[in-house]
């Protein structure tokens, strides 16, 4: 035994409730998430790391005319003054903002390899190199003219943007993704010379809606193209809420061969969609015979997209083949939009397009007032500094003098010309080659300069008409560098007519059609033959199984299997095992509930109505599409009492219903009487003292009722003849009419 050990004692320790406890530290790390990580700002459309990027970047002197540096440089001063993360993140972002693939306008120029549009990531930060593009630069411009606030960095050692100038629209230019906590951002790429016509035409109408800027801004544009199958009404609704998506689908074209031959090829594809995992899961398809009309598909891609579909045969409709591909690959995707950004750089908020350009003009105007105030500044104490110069002049040889004699040459100047001691210390810190006849004339020219464009700020100042005037000069200056004439400017991404499904059946499309025999044995075993095989004679089975079910049907229907449980199973009539063997156990491709067995199985006919009914004599008739399940796990359709098995499920074609028990009584009644449901307990349609129901069947009344005898023979009872069993749902019913089978079936 170890020495008993006491608790320690109560000083110092501080109670605190759990809960509370917890709520203040997820709710200071959701906060730290939103703003720090994964919401970019309103303003300039960047999240920290990037504008910590950007600014490095600049530091780094790595202007678009500079030479580059390697991309472990920019990283190293990054992580080490201004974002304390891993590395590796930050080389991530660094490199994606270089990937003209991704970013649809690129804020990193980079050198070597940094990664491509199949998914392959990036060489190492040793080996690649990086600097601004244009884009950086309008984004950093005036940024050394108190154009934005700074803050201190993590440590306290440097300082950092709060937000960029932003010269340039990059929230909606290049758009961004991010998961914070408890929500998300997620803003498509557009194109600029949209978004600055959009821009200015809000300057000049500040009220103007989403709606009429749509005029302007017809959609994203992404930097990988595609076409926008999007309707117009989901487009204008994603704007104004802010919240929606895009569909957009590759770009194809039809290409001719010799002999009649032909191939689609792909040179678009949508955004953010890696090329080598597409061209995998079409590979994978076509390997499980999910796209028998498609042959090959080859990846010709060199520097541009180039995807290879070659089809089965020549006389493959080309929009069929890939309407089937948009259907099941990601060649068509869904771009989700969740404008949800930082507005004034703390409060996270989903905003429509007027909004979300407002918060950019806004922005624009607050750097021009900010810019305009340092320059006058800057003017001010020039202005003074001139004034004292042109003083001094008037006596050169004076101050000459008073600088050679004076043990205090500064005081003295201050007394004898009255000047400030800013304008001394210029005068002291003039050169003596300066003091020409000719650096006079500069001097009274500099001043005009400087007043002229000291008034001109000061009416900008004072004009808010002004204000707006210079910032719609300064986008229309961005919008000529990135007009749609350019090669990065022009509209990639075209408007496509809206598909509509019911266009194509690619149902037939999927799988050729053939006419299929289906087999189920007596134990649970499923084959399908291939024709419709009328005599099933020579069928073999394994050991002492038997043939249970059999029915024709097509290799593009879907197989619906009964259990006694009464669960209704699905299987693809296309996948179901060849003749050749014995088949495969149902249990091999449906979860099967342990102890069921396979009471019936049937080809599915849309738009159908079939009667469910279970030993005790309940059921209930249902539509035939409500019954497919789209899982191994199946749909319970009956619901049965504790010992009451599933018995039967048949087509409900007719009028009227025909029902036979155990105790060999039949009664027939109107189908109206039993209710139409998607899955239950049912209705009594027949009561038993003991024993339950045998079979039923639903007949029209017009044509009788007809069964086959043990012999194959069919007998008819017709209209009146059947008066004598016709009642109501759930009586006992009377013995059958003469010649019905002692089986107590309908077939015999």
């Given at each position: 035994m170890g020495e008993r050990v006491e608790p320690p004692s109560g000083d110092g320790v501080e109670s605190v409730n759990l809960r509370e406890a917890l709520e203040e530290r997820y709710l200071a790390y959701a906060l730290s998430t939103i703003m720090h990580r994964a919401l970019p700002d309103a303003r300039d459309g960047l999240k920290p790391v990037h504008r910590r990027i950007l600014h490095a970047m600049r530091l780094l002197k790595l202007d678009p005319n500079a030479g580059f540096k390697k991309s472990a440089r920019v990283v190293g001063d990054v992580i080490g003054k201004y974002h304390p993360h891993g590395d590796q993140s930050v080389y991530d972002a660094l490199v994606r903002l270089a990937q003209d693939f991704a970013v649809r306008y690129p804020l990193v120029d980079g050198q070597g390899n940094f990664g491509n549009i199949d998914g392959d990531s990036a060489a190492a930060m040793r080996y690649t190199e990086a600097r601004m593009t244009e884009v950086a630069r309008l984004l950093l411009d005036g940024i050394d003219e108190d154009a934005v606030d700074f803050r201190e960095?993590?440590?306290?050692?440097?300082?950092?943007?709060?937000?960029?100038?932003?010269?340039?629209?990059?929230?909606?230019?290049?758009?961004?993704?991010?998961?914070?906590?408890?929500?998300?951002?997620?803003?498509?790429?557009?194109?600029?010379?949209?978004?600055?016509?959009?821009?200015?035409?809000?300057?000049?109408?500040?009220?103007?809606?989403?709606?009429?800027?749509?005029?302007?801004?017809?959609?994203?544009?992404?930097?990988?193209?595609?076409?926008?199958?999007?309707?117009?009404?989901?487009?204008?609704?994603?704007?104004?809420?802010?919240?929606?998506?895009?569909?957009?689908?590759?770009?194809?074209?039809?290409?001719?061969?010799?002999?009649?031959?032909?191939?689609?090829?792909?040179?678009?594809?949508?955004?953010?969609?890696?090329?080598?995992?597409?061209?995998?899961?079409?590979?994978?398809?076509?390997n499980d015979r999910k796209l028998p009309i498609l042959a090959d598909v080859r990846d010709e891609s060199a520097e541009d997209v180039r995807i290879v579909f070659e089809p089965r045969s020549r006389t493959v409709d080309p929009d069929l083949l890939m309407e089937s591909l948009f259907r099941l690959t990601e060649l068509e995707s869904r771009i989700p939009m969740n404008m949800n950004v930082l507005t004034g750089g703390l409060v996270p908020k989903v905003l429509g397009l007027a909004d979300v350009l407002r918060e950019w003009l806004d922005h624009r105007r607050e750097v021009l007032l900010r810019r305009s105030r340092f320059r006058l500044d800057k003017i001010e104490k020039r202005l003074e500094i001139l004034r004292g110069l042109l003083i001094v002049y008037l006596d050169l040889d004076r101050v000459i003098k008073i600088i050679r004699e004076e043990d205090e040459p500064k005081a003295e100047l201050i007394r004898v010309f009255e000047l400030t001691d800013t304008q001394?210390?210029?005068?002291?810190?003039?050169?003596?080659?300066?003091?020409?006849?000719?650096?006079?004339?500069?001097l009274k020219k500099e001043l005009a300069d400087l007043l002229d464009e000291k008034s001109g700020i000061e009416g900008l100042l004072g004009s808010e008409e002004q204000q707006w005037k210079t910032v719609s000069w300064q986008i229309r200056e961005v919008k000529k560098s990135f007009s749609k004439e350019t090669p990065l400017g022009r509209r990639r991404t075209d408007f496509g007519e809206t598909p509509f499904a019911a266009d194509l059946d690619l149902t037939e499309a999927m799988v050729e059609r053939e006419p299929l025999t289906v087999v189920v044995s007596e134990k649970g075993w499923i084959r399908a033959l291939k024709g419709h095989v009328q005599d099933l004679g020579s069928l073999q089975f394994k050991g002492d199984d038997g043939l249970k079910i059999s029915f024709f049907t097509e290799t593009t229907a879907k197989i619906l299997v009964m259990t006694s449980d009464g669960k209704v199973f699905t299987l693809d009539a296309a996948k179901l095992p060849g003749g050749r063997?014995?088949?495969?156990?149902?249990?091999?491709?449906?979860?099967?509930?342990?102890?069921?067995?396979?009471?019936?199985?049937?080809?599915?006919?849309?738009?159908?109505?079939?009667?469910?009914?279970?030993?005790?004599?309940?059921?209930?008739?249902?539509?035939?599409?409500?019954?497919?399940a789209g899982t191994r796990k199946g749909r319970q359709v009956l619901n049965l009492d504790a010992k009451d098995v599933a018995k039967l499920a048949i087509p409900a074609e007719g009028d009227s219903v025909a029902v036979i028990g155990e105790n060999r009584k039949l009664l027939v009644f109107p189908l109206s009487q039993i209710p139409e449901m998607s899955r239950g307990k049912g209705v009594r349609l027949q009561r038993y003292k003991d024993g339950g129901l045998s079979d039923a069947k639903v007949f029209p009344s017009a044509d009788g009722l007809t069964w086959l005898d043990t012999s194959g023979r069919t007998w008819t009872v017709a209209g009146d003849d059947l008066r004598e069993w016709i009642g109501n749902r759930a009586d006992s019913g009377r013995l059958p009419p003469k010649g019905f089978p002692k089986s107590n079936r309908f077939s015999g």
């Open positions: 960095t993590y440590d306290g050692s440097e300082d950092e943007p709060v937000v960029l100038p932003a010269a340039f629209p990059n929230l909606l230019a290049n758009g961004s993704q991010g998961i914070a906590v408890g929500m998300a951002t997620s803003i498509p790429p557009h194109n600029v010379a949209e978004i600055c016509d959009a821009a200015l035409y809000l300057v000049g109408h500040p009220n103007a809606t989403s709606d009429q800027l749509l005029t302007f801004v017809p959609g994203p544009d992404f930097p990988t193209g595609g076409i926008m199958v999007e309707s117009r009404d989901s487009i204008a609704e994603a704007y104004r809420t802010g919240r929606g998506g895009f569909r957009v689908r590759a770009r194809w074209h039809k290409e001719e061969l010799p002999r009649g031959g032909w191939v689609a090829v792909v040179t678009e594809i949508p955004y953010l969609v890696p090329k080598a995992r597409l061209i995998e899961k079409i590979a994978e398809l076509l001394a210390e210029a005068i002291l810190n003039t050169r003596l080659r300066s003091l020409r006849k000719l650096e006079e004339m500069e063997g014995f088949g495969d156990p149902v249990r091999l491709m449906a979860d099967l509930d342990e102890g069921a067995e396979i009471v019936t199985a049937w080809a599915h006919r849309p738009g159908t109505k079939l009667l469910f009914a279970a030993a005790s004599g309940r059921g209930f008739v249902a539509a035939s599409d409500d019954i497919p």
